[in-house]
């Protein structure tokens, strides 16, 4: 089995593309990473992600740990073959899920105790339970067990969490042992001061990890002040190991972030939206349950080559949205999948010919041009 | 532009199998066809309802009258364009979801009006306006507009609904005209009466169709009332003619109505059932919430071909149909579909090697074995 190793092939400023090479096979960097909560990419086959051109997926540890459970993930083969996607997983920690949707917590040094928000049943979450539940469900890429706070917050108190969090990546690391094949990534916190930040990151390269990423970040301090910590953040940790920007974002976000040397993202919002009847283009959001569309024959995006720009009018994802037919769901989530993953590889052909900064302004032009005219 | 035409190939005592030739493809005959409701087969992408084995999909005109409403769908190219199908569709007349669906219902000589169950908006049906919206669908197959009457009901009753029915049929004969390429079906009506299902047949066939339906069925008489009227009533129909049961059923049904010389069945069943949790095997019906699913690796139905079973654990399926997540709908809806196109496939070629008997026998020895044994 070969190893798990990050190969850095061009770099246009502070952004970077390159390739991650696991046993599983290889992702193209800058990636985003579809979430497969539990067990699924919403409304999609796996099939159908990877015809999109993930290399990659996202699984939650809080969501799989509560439903089917880690030891039946195990059980039936890992989380790979239970959810029919051979290719690369990265699991998250719980860290972040268990603060945002568990009740009940009670966060103490050795860990977070909480209640499940499906059927109320007690549990506890440690660096050690994490890292032996992203063990159980066989991901490639495991992330160690930190505390996110909200932002804004106080200094003190994002401080002390990350230096909390600080203590539990030495306990994941431990934990995880030495699994060739699979990497471990530590999670940099320190909210938006630089100084925290720079901690933070002697902290974790301390430790030594195969991947760094961002983290506590996207969690409410806006985008300005998000681009205002990547502007330093990413310079502290190690340029031979990937980076990766945690729960980001929207196209623009994850622009913004590739020009500052961010290197993975994962984010919701491509599948999310696309259950909503949501759809992101080049040419920026477009509702499609707006009555604007209901006799438009024309595709969502002309130049789009996903099933649903393809085959189907605005008029028809307009009738099926309305209609809550599953097809809506289907449709647009497939497009908001296909568009995240063409802007990346936009972006690393970019990055590849030294052209990001006319990339980057093509892409925002495009935007400002705002959808089509009604007809 | 070729005609629409029939070809018998084969019996086996009253059971047939032949082609249905139409402009868009050939319709291998018995069929069964999924329903798209209202521009989609609920859960599944047209080229993967092809990929069942579907020949022909079912629209509902009460549906697309109301939403998108049949001038919409007629300005953005016909219903073939507008969902993405482009072989046959049959429409139904709207009149038997009128009187299941509408509320306000008013039927009089001239036809029904009701109220929208969407909006409450008023609206007729007639022969001529279903005529009218079927040929804005661009409908390969068109259904007269008929009353279908709830069973059990008073005898009198059942034939003066047929006798309008019979009205309407000739109405529908004379809107529809000379559609080269496109086919009227007539329905019989009758309830369980052996004289006025003769009666109707008679009255049908000096209007001259180009298919006969037998209607007024699967609503409520139970299956043996059914198999009872099927032993007579296909008979009095045209043997050069494709004879289509209305509404039918689960797959015992189907088989059972094949044997007694139906060559065409449409039903919601195994696309509502995909969405429920509900499987149907060759060991019959298995449902997937149950506990007893949540550990077992092994696949729904070891011998079938469709995704959900080659690719997935009974534990997922039951993970994921638990969890409610949409990929439970895809997955089984994908596998009731390719179960019933196997199974038409199976009954149109034992008909074709005039062993029948030995097939139906089979199939339902294998159902009386029920599920495989919980691990």
């Not at 497939?334 to 302004?361: C, K, P």
Request: aromatic share 6%; charged share 25%; proline share 5%.
């Amino acid at each position: 089995m070969s190893r798990f190793s990050f190969t850095l092939n061009a770099t246009d400023g502070a952004a970077r593309s390159g390739v991650i090479h696991t046993p599983r096979g290889a992702i193209r960097t800058p990636a985003f990473m579809p979430v497969g909560t539990a067990g699924t990419v919403k409304a999609m086959m796996p099939e159908s992600v990877r015809a999109t051109g993930a290399d990659i997926l996202l699984g939650n540890t809080y969501h799989l740990m509560l439903r089917p459970t880690a030891e039946r993930v195990h059980a039936l083969g890992g989380l790979h073959r239970f959810m029919n996607w051979d290719r690369p997983i990265l699991t998250d920690s719980g860290g972040f899920q268990v603060m945002s949707l568990a009740s009940l917590r009670k966060l103490s040094e050795e860990g977070v105790r909480f209640s499940s928000h499906i059927d109320g049943s007690k549990h506890m979450l440690t660096p050690e339970r994490s890292i032996e539940i992203q063990r159980l469900l066989g991901s490639d890429i495991v992330m160690c067990f930190d505390e996110c706070p909200a932002l804004p917050a106080d200094e003190k108190a994002v401080a002390e969490s990350m230096r909390l969090s600080m203590r539990w990546a030495r306990r994941s690391k431990e934990a995880f042992g030495d699994r060739p094949g699979h990497a471990l990534f530590g999670i940099m916190q320190g909210g938006v001061t630089r100084d925290l930040r720079e901690e933070s990151a002697k902290a974790l390269i301390e430790i030594g990890f195969d991947g760094y990423a961002v983290g506590g970040l996207a969690v409410g301090e806006g985008q300005e002040a998000m681009f205002g910590v990547l502007d330093y953040a990413p310079g502290f940790l190690p340029q031979d190991k990937p980076r990766y920007l945690m729960g980001v974002g929207k196209p623009d976000d994850i622009v913004g972030a590739v020009q500052r040397g961010i290197d993975m993202m994962d984010c919701v919002l491509p599948s999310r939206s696309g259950r909503t009847g949501q759809a992101w283009t080049r040419r920026g959001a477009v509702n499609l349950r707006n009555a604007r569309h209901k006799d438009d024959p024309r595709p969502l995006d002309a130049a789009c080559t996903c099933p649903a720009c393809r085959n189907y009018s605005r008029a028809y994802l307009h009738h099926v949205v309305r209609a809550d037919e599953i097809i809506g769901s289907m449709l647009l989530t497939w497009h908001n999948l296909h568009y995240y993953q063409e802007l990346m590889q936009g972006l690393r052909d970019a990055i590849s010919a030294g052209t990001l900064d006319a990339f980057v302004a093509q892409f925002h032009a495009q935007r400002a041009e705002g959808d089509i005219e009604p007809l």
